[in-house]
């Protein structure tokens, strides 16, 4: 599958600070942490994650699209889509999940955001007070506009979230930059 990902934008100043943020949530969780994310093949945030403290062991990342590169320097690496990888791995627990998609909630004919969400939560892959943090494009949204679109991510994940029997609780401190919308959720068994 063809990247569609310009991975310069790991020196885009937001971009840094989306990870800083992650940074900070994930030295809570420390080594018996254990991620499922979307990373680049500068991996930058999975570096993130073993500067917080992880083990290299614990961070699984799905990428079909730049499996080659990312698998040479980084073992736990899946040529698949997110959504294959949480069939395949079906109840395993994680404490932080990075969901940065470079496209919108509404997805296309290969990338399905809202399916990835819901089985996520379906599966129960998320732990008690877990990170569940996402990205997506609003550069295209609806005729409704921009707050509709964030409305519809909000409303996606906390009922997800809901069915499944969590409590998807946002945190103060996602932002929007260049028509990105990255919000944090702090995920609680009920
Ligand atoms: C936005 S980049 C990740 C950037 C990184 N987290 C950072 O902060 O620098 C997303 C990566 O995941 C890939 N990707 C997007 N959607 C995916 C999906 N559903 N399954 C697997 N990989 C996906 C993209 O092609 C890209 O390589």
New binding site residues.
């Given amino acids: 599958m063809k ?3 310009d ?1 310069s ?2 020196t885009d100043t937001y ?1 840094l600070q ?2 800083d943020i992650l940074r900070e949530l994930a030295l809570k969780q420390r080594r018996k942490g254990k991620a499922v ?6 991996l ?2 999975r570096n993130i994650l073993l500067s917080a403290g992880y083990k290299i062991c614990n961070i699984n990342i ?5 499996y080659k590169s990312i698998r040479k320097i980084h073992a736990r690496t899946y040529e ?4 294959d ?1 949480l069939d395949k791995v079906k109840r395993k627990p994680f404490t932080f999940a ?1 969901f ?4 919108g909630l509404n997805g296309n004919n ?4 809202k399916e ?1 969400i819901a089985k996520y939560f379906k599966n129960h892959n998320a732990t008690d007070e877990s990170i569940f943090a996402i ?1 997506v494009s609003i550069r295209q949204s609806s005729d409704k506009g921009v707050c509709s679109s964030i409305t519809n991510l909000h409303s996606t994940v906390t009922i997800s979230a809901f069915n499944a029997g969590y409590t998807a609780v946002l945190l103060p401190i996602g932002y929007c930059y260049h028509g990105m919308f990255f919000a944090i959720y702090k995920i609680y068994e009920k």
């Fill in positions: 990247e569609i990902y991975s934008v790991r971009k989306v990870n994310i979307l990373d680049s093949d500068k930058v945030t799905p990428n079909p699209f730049s698949l889509l997110l959504g990888y990075f940065d998609y470079c496209g290969i990338v399905k955001p990835d990205t």
